[in-house]
């Protein structure tokens, strides 16, 4: 089952794909970083301590959004808009930073532990996406 | 009905909004050109001649996805991080252009029409939101 | 702007609709209420005392992503499966009436007082649209 | 990068999970459901003929949402309502089902073979939930 989504990927009837084996990383990253967060949010709220983890919630719950829309872009590879890309390339590399950071300020929680990884993984591919692309995907 | 979303907004316990009243007019346009997106996607599906509107499409579903999480960021106002809403508004403000330009080019569909008014409306309170922000809006 | 998702029902080039203007009322009423739900959830983590609420931080998330996933369905008309309709629009009034319930728990709060009018109105939404369906709406 | 959402799950607060490891599984092949489904409608739209695809895109942009909400919703440990889990679980499962089936008629498609295998995962991963579950489970 893990790797349907590359598979997916190379199944696409579009002449040549826009991206290299980047976008496959990505996407599936962003996918999988944006349930982390969701479910991040909601291990927060079940802390005895709820209060000192309000702004973790609230960039769990961005980030979740941002990199599940992000994700569903990149899934696409019809007629893509590469200004578009990159501009989501980017609000989810800064979203996924600013998640992880504040994750690392709770160390003695697993799962902030855990979702700065999916989140530093985040900003790894992004950035690795902008980087490899060809140069119109920098705007 | 109408103006739930708005009292919401007014009935939110953080000592102050961060935003004026152009807040509630950006995630309200935002959300329902994420709707009107979603069905244009659709309504072009059931045309007799797909093929013209293939990049109308792709356009449609990436912009219902990008306004979806704007509107839901933009919900948010327990600590909000300025940087990131003001990424989504430009990613935002992008995305519905090539949406509205795109659906201008299919002006016998009167589902393109109406989708081009809800992007252009997008278009018009994401700028408003971020030329009415406080300065540190603008990154 | 307010009766655009309305106007783009009615511009569907489906030859006709397969129901009635029910349709366009419940969802638009569940698109509110998905980001009613979302607001509230976030007033919620504003609140000085969060501990009574996690209960209903948690139920206006779900409720948020289920009444979003029933709108999109929704607005599409191509090619329908109403056993699909039908369950979703099921499980969608039965979310909306825990959160409902879950925010008159908490009336000092005007958030969850104006999210249970939006979840209460979905509740009649989906109801009405069941009730309304044609006989094979219901499986 | 590969099992973070399943340390996730074990690094929750929550005194002892609702569910055993099917759980993990089921949110898991939900959320890689959402993805694929939403691949296999973009590599529907670039194929020469659209036409007889366009039932199958339609299933597709349903599942895809429908997986992508029940995954949210399976990734929340706190407070959980069994009766909205049951019946989320059954109408992904319905959902996938019949995107299953759909994509199954078109094997000269490559994406839609790949998608019917990731669709069916969802109606196992669904099912061994709903039965492996605690009689309340059933509604």
Known sequence: MQHLIERMAKAHP?????FGSELGDAYRVTLECSQVCSACADACLAEHAVDPLI???RLDLDCADICGATARVLSRQTAPDLGIITMMLEVCARTAQACA???ERHPEHAHCQICAIACN???DACRKL???GRPELHH
Chains 1, 2, 3, 4 share one sequence.
């Open 55 to 57: 702004h973790c919630i």
């Open 14 to 18: 579009a002449p040549e794909s826009e």
């Open 121 to 123: 993984a985040t900003v």
């Open 101 to 103: 950071e504040e994750c």
């Open 130 to 132: 902008l980087d490899a």
